[in-house]
T-cell receptor, first 114, second 116 residues
Framework: AQSVTQLDSQVPVFEEAPVELRCNYS??????LFWYVQYPNQGLQLLLK??????LVESINGFEAEFNKSQTSFHLRKPSVHISDTAEYFC????????????FGQGTELSVKP | EAGVVQSPRYKIIEKKQPVAFWCNPI?????LYWYLQNLGQGPELLIR????????DSQLPKDRFSAERLKGVDSTLKIQPAELGDSAVYLC??????????????FGPGTRLTVL
């Protein structure tokens, strides 16, 4: 069965510092990988996803994540965070060719302080 | 383009009462999902529709939960009777469809249910 583990429930950082949100997954089949973000009082939004090809994927607001098949990881990074990045971040996987069931991690609360 | 619409946004009921949640997906999206999100947890799939057909309802507690998607557009999720443990956020999402699993799912704001 698939599972997703987000290793940190809370990550406090100062503005302009780098950040890494860790995600590991377990699956016996090929998967697609996603990062969703939930800003306060808003719905979940897709941040980025890995489907195939280059293992490094980027979002429009400076986040990037790298698919590492050998370590079954999909960590999210940003070199310099802003106050506006404060949100809950969810890592998720779905099995290839099995519809769209997303398995989510528990979430990581990123808190950016001035 | 309008996003996924859910109503109500908040609902407070007494235990053993019935409750219903409504979802209007993005126009043209064939696949609709209902997720349950408990406090401090990630969402968990309850049911997935392809058009009007429920293709994955394995995680839906069928003794008290039911769902329908008439005409393959709007959907309603019902709980009858509600229990204290049903207090959570109920999320609706939609996507263009297909079986590849790589579709982006677009989420609504959710309905926060409190059962007293």
């Amino acid at each position: 069965a698939q599972s997703v583990t987000q290793l940190d429930s809370q990550v406090p950082v100062f503005e302009e510092a780098p950040v890494e949100l860790r995600c590991n997954y377990s699956s016996s089949v090929s998967v697609y990988l996603f990062w969703y973000v939930q800003y306060p009082n808003q719905g979940l939004q897709l941040l980025l996803k890995y489907l195939s090809g280059s293992t490094l994927v980027e979002s429009i607001n400076g986040f990037e994540a790298e698919f590492n098949k050998s370590q079954t990881s999909f960590h999210l990074r940003k070199p310099s965070v802003h106050i506006s990045d404060t949100a809950e971040y969810f890592c998720a996987v779905s099995e290839r060719n099995q519809g769209g069931k997303l398995i989510f991690g528990q979430g990581t609360e990123l808190s950016v302080k001035p | 383009e309008a996003g996924v619409v859910q109503s109500p946004r908040y609902k407070i009921i007494e235990k053993k009462q019935p409750v219903a949640f409504w979802c209007n997906p993005i126009s043209g999206h064939n696949t609709l999902y209902w997720y349950l999100q408990n406090l401090g947890q990630g969402p968990e799939l309850l049911i997935r529709y392809e058009n009007e057909e429920a293709v994955d309802d394995s995680q839906l507690p069928k003794d008290r939960f039911s769902a329908e998607r008439l005409k393959g557009v709007d959907s309603t999720l019902k709980i009858q009777p509600a229990e204290l443990g049903d207090s959570a956020v109920y999320l609706c999402a939609s996507s263009l469809g297909g079986t590849s699993g790589g579709d982006t799912q677009y989420f609504g704001p959710g309905t926060r249910l409190t059962v007293l």
